[in-house]
């Protein structure tokens, strides 16, 4: 999900009532997670593995470990509002995260991964 999908009002409580049942109802949570979330996931790997590919992220650097590096926090800020989820917040992970696995400082990846 993006930060305007987590903060469009009209999805964000079913969307609290389904990650709450996946939860606690291991089968549910299965079927969400073939179902709607992998295809997700799939495609920001994509990204990023064409960005390994570009050599904008290091040869050894498993996409997804950054996707769910860069999703992580976003999901953990919607889910338990430890703080405003703004554009802001995901520029700010986009930005350190790959350049953290890579080995490099923010704003040193050729091309950006964005």
């Known amino acids: ?3 305007d999908e987590f903060n469009d009002e009209r ?3 079913p969307a609290r009532a ?9 089968e549910l949570g299965a079927s ?3 179902r709607l979330l992998e295809p997700q996931l799939a495609l920001y790997e994509g990204r990023l593995s064409a960005a ?3 050599g904008q992220l290091a040869a050894d650097v498993d996409p ?10 976003l999901t ?5 509002r430890t703080g405003p989820l703004t554009h802001a917040y995901a520029d700010e992970l986009v930005d350190r995260v ?17």
């Open 76 to 80: 953990h800020r919607w889910l338990l």
């Open 18 to 26: 389904l990650t709450a049942a996946g939860a606690t109802d291991p």
């Open 11 to 13: 999805y964000e409580a």
């Open 52 to 54: 390994r590919e570009a």
């Open 1 to 3: 999900m993006t930060v």
């Open 98 to 114: 790959p350049a953290g696995v890579s080995g490099r400082a923010p704003g040193d990846l050729p091309g950006g991964v964005a």
């Open 64 to 73: 997804r470990l950054v996707v769910e590096m860069l999703l992580g926090p």
């Open 32 to 34: 969400f997670n073939e």
